[in-house]
């Protein structure tokens, strides 16, 4: 008799065979569910980068479009700023060619006197309307000073507009091409003058007058200040002096206005 060769199972039983033969068939089945895994993980990543550049892009498309309205609305912002700018110059040209402009001087009109109390000086003012409309609530504001130095700052001090609000402002009205005169005194505490006296026992003390006009345009918030100060000194011959406050009055034939090299309009 031939003896005849066969597969591995010879020799197993049926049982053990069905078990391998399942066994088998498991690991098949367990290799074919980790390749599809694969396959699965392998396309989920796939899917998920591509998500994220479509993501990406349409951040980078919103960001775009976020600076381009951001640019956008900072030219039409300046575009509107300009708009803005060239119609408040339209308008000030038409109000600064028809507004009220006042013009103001003045002049001595007695002697400087001097007492233990004060001093005086008479002076009479002047003031213009020179514009092409009237200039309301006007009024006169003057003062002396013992150092051009402070009259120099009360003057700047006072130039700026200052807002009416509601506050009741009494004041004349003056027309175009209209003036008006007031004859004033002006005055100054003798102490203040004995103070700076000691800081120029050589040369005397120089006063400074200070003349101003405050009004306002009619319909307007704004009280306008228009001023001029001059120096004044004593004129002995060729000699000029400032005073030393001996004399009891220095008439005004001796009485010498230096005009100071500018005068300031607030507009």
Not at 122 to 150: D, H, Q
Request: one cysteine or more; proline letters at 3%; glycine letters at 6%.
């Amino acid at each position: 008799m031939v003896a005849k060769l066969g597969p591995p199972t010879m020799g197993m039983d049926a049982a053990t065979i069905a078990i391998a033969q399942i066994a088998v068939a498991q690991a098949a089945i367990s290799a074919t569910g980790l390749l599809g895994i694969g396959f699965t993980v392998y396309y989920a990543r796939q899917t998920w980068a591509e998500a994220k550049r479509s993501a990406d892009a349409a951040a980078a498309s919103v960001e775009d479009a976020r600076q381009q309205a951001a640019s956008q609305a900072q030219h039409f912002s300046m575009q509107h700023k300009l708009a803005e700018a060239s119609l408040r110059a339209m308008r000030d040209s038409v109000v600064v060619a028809d507004r009220a402009w006042l013009s103001v001087e003045f002049d001595l009109s007695g002697d400087l006197t001097f007492s233990e109390r004060d001093i005086r000086l008479p002076i009479v003012c002047k003031v213009k309307n020179v514009g092409r409309s009237p200039a309301i609530r006007v009024l006169w504001t003057y003062k002396m000073f013992a150092n051009p130095g402070e009259a120099a700052q009360y003057a700047r001090a006072n130039s700026s507009d200052t807002h009416l609000m509601n506050v009741i402002q009494l004041g004349r009205v003056l027309f175009p091409g209209e003036e008006d005169e007031s004859n004033v005194c002006c005055e100054l505490d003798r102490s203040i003058f004995n103070d700076q006296l000691t800081r120029c026992k050589e040369d005397g003390v120089f006063l400074s007058v200070v003349v101003g006009v405050e009004y306002a345009l009619p319909g307007d918030t704004v009280k306008r200040f228009n001023y001029m100060f001059e120096g004044l000194a004593r004129s002995c011959g060729a000699e000029v002096t400032g005073f030393d406050g001996r004399a009891t009055k220095v008439e005004q034939s001796q009485l010498l206005l230096n005009s100071f090299p500018y005068e300031r309009t607030v507009t």
